[in-house]
């Protein structure tokens, strides 16, 4: 009794010892079926290194293999044979709300052909495949390729359309169709990879434009909700940016000058500088934006992020010989927006303090000064020195235009000469 004792708990360790070794080497590993699932007890190694797990599976059918993990994995690789060398497949992250849900990887497979897998991680992952027959264009991960220029054709039937473009230059997307609001309830988008990262989205229509990276690739995902007629033609060009798609330098206006916005909705922004000067800055628009979510503002030239002024009945005191960025956030799609900006004279006194007796008025090219024994020093709004007196009586002190602070006796004054 004793003996068999012994023995039945020798087998149980041995069994025990076969049992943890499966899938931690590629002669053993972890084997699972098309479709299914299994758990992967990933971890780290003595050696403080993440200990490979190995599993394997035969393809049921020709296509393209899917597996996801759920949690993530930290990599992938593969072979069809333990003597041959593990080639790496790419794993991309499974995004929800920001989130990192999971990961996958792919692979074309071939009916009746084994492969064998290497997965590293840090925590216990489960495991599910699937092999689907990819139509080019209607996933994501099988987009159709295609480069600047060409007409791609959008099918009239109802679905998510898929292409792919790595432009040769720098500058704006544009994708348009001759027919407005041609997806009603859908919408078309940009983006750089299938997790929707850094994506630009435009709804209802297929007229977009938006900044693209040279030499990078970006996938522009056509969401269809309605079915169509006929199939429709649409338009993919990368054309180079204009001075109004920067904040600095932006597109340089003058004053009473109309111009017009492109007809994408986007930024775009406007540099305005004012008359030696200065004066009230108004912003003149013939006719108001559709879309109640366009905006303009107006910034100083070393702040993009708070603005001065805003509104479509914007009025601004401007200081002399001042460079401003106008800034427009449009959403009226296949529409321009005309405007001008004006700016006229402000006050041309404004006293800040003192008085004793004394008076400083303007005329044409100069400031007059009035008083009795009275220091008179003028300087620029840069706190430049540019002009003395000793005044007795009235003295002209002659200035070329601009904007000056004038000092006499203890009277302070802004002055504005024209």
Known sequence: MKKSLLSLTFALLCFGVMYAQKGESCDNPIEFSVPGSVSLPLTLGDDALLKPIYVALTADKDGWLYLNFTPSVSGVEYSTDCAEPFKYLKNEYIMSNGVTTGS???LE???DQRYIFKVIGF???VVT???IEAVPGTMCDFPIDIQSGDNIIIPAAAGDYYYR????KEGQIEITSTTPG?????YVEVMMDCNNFNAFVIDDDLWLRNFVWDRMEYLIHINKAVATASDEIVNVTVNPSLECDEFDPGQTISLGE???TPRFAGKY???VTSPATGGTLTLNIPELPADPDTRVNLHSLDDSYLSIARGFDMKYETEPSTSYILEWTVLDNRRSIPFSVSIGGGAAIEDINGDDGVSVSVESGAIVVSGNEVAVDVFNLWGQHVATRRVNGVERVPLTPGAYIVKAGSKVTKAIVR
């Open 104 to 106: 996958k990887t792919r």
């Open 109 to 111: 497979v071939r009916k």
């Open 123 to 125: 925590n216990t992952s």
């Open 129 to 131: 495949s699937e092999i």
């Open 165 to 168: 473009i790595t432009p040769e």
């Open 182 to 186: 041609s997806i009603p309830g859908g």
């Open 258 to 260: 109309t111009v017009s």
């Open 269 to 271: 922004y406007y540099r």
